[in-house]
């Protein structure tokens, strides 16, 4: 039998006269309590920047009346403009986050889609896949019958249940954007993924100046034109010198299949307004 060292006999000869817990914790208690600390920590899962409803100003749904969950956070800072909704990426803002659960966020949207009538729902951000993607997956599966659109960067990997459960409208960054450059593979992987799912999935230019244009014409003949399921999007940055009709004059003079995006709610209330 191995003999204690002299540190070992040090410890035990320390404890000798200390009293010794002799109580028993019943195990019930234990149990609850470790159940309600993995419940507290579950409920932490989200970050969100708003929820509210209006009327789609983009993407293949434009007019209709949906319930816009913004997600607070993105791995982006489009340094060559302004960002519309600033309130959703910066961090300066993180005292007006939420942290919610999913059932908290689910009954918040189902509580704005009883008092709009909405019928839709859009998930934006900031980015969304920033957010747990197990906690997305559970969001969605809550309203199974609702369409459901996703605006996002495209720079950060798709799970693979994605596009079968959801309408993506990815937004393709453009040189103006001082992003162009980011995960170029990942965007092309999530576009395969998006080209093979039952559902139709968009691609989005945001174009600031005629060089973005050239960039978005030179993008779609090299990777997007071969896909059947991706539809194109364009449309100008909202302070741009470019118009909507430069834009789709250009379109129609190199016979590009793309619709025009005008962002509608601009045209209804202010330019980036929140809330609308």
């Not at 942290?99 to 189902?110: F, G, H, P, Q, T």
């Amino acid at each position: 039998m191995k003999q204690p060292t002299s540190y070992e006999l040090a410890i035990l000869g320390s404890m000798q006269n200390k009293p010794m817990y002799q109580g028993t914790v019943d195990k019930n208690i234990v149990q609850k309590r470790r159940k309600k600390n993995k419940e507290a920590r579950r409920l932490v899962v989200l970050r969100v920047s708003e929820v509210y409803a209006s009327v789609q100003g983009e993407g293949p749904d434009v007019g209709r009346t949906t319930v816009f969950v913004r997600f607070a956070g993105c791995n982006l800072r489009c340094s060559g403009w302004p960002c519309d909704t600033q309130h959703a990426i910066d961090p300066a803002y993180r005292k007006e986050w939420q942290s919610m659960s999913v059932e908290e966020l689910a009954n918040k949207i189902s509580d704005i889609m009883d008092i709009s009538g909405a019928n839709s729902i859009t998930l934006t951000g900031g980015e969304p896949f920033l957010q747990n993607n197990d906690e997305l997956y559970e969001l969605i599966n809550k309203f199974p019958m609702t369409i459901i659109n996703c605006f996002s960067n495209g720079t950060l990997p798709y799970p693979k249940w994605a596009p079968e459960l959801m309408t993506f409208i990815m937004d393709w960054k453009l040189l103006g954007s001082g992003e162009n450059s980011v995960n170029i593979d990942t965007r092309i992987a999530n576009i395969k993924l998006l080209d093979n799912a039952n559902l139709l999935h968009s691609v989005k230019f945001v174009i600031s100046d005629w060089s973005d244009f050239e960039e978005a014409v030179s993008i779609y003949f090299h990777y997007l034109e071969k896909f059947t399921n991706i539809e194109v999007f364009y449309g100008r940055v909202w302070d741009s010198y470019i118009t909507d009709r430069d834009l789709a004059e250009a379109v129609m003079m190199n016979q590009l299949p793309w619709r025009l995006n005008i962002q509608l709610h601009n045209y209804i209330w202010p330019a980036n307004e929140r809330g609308k």
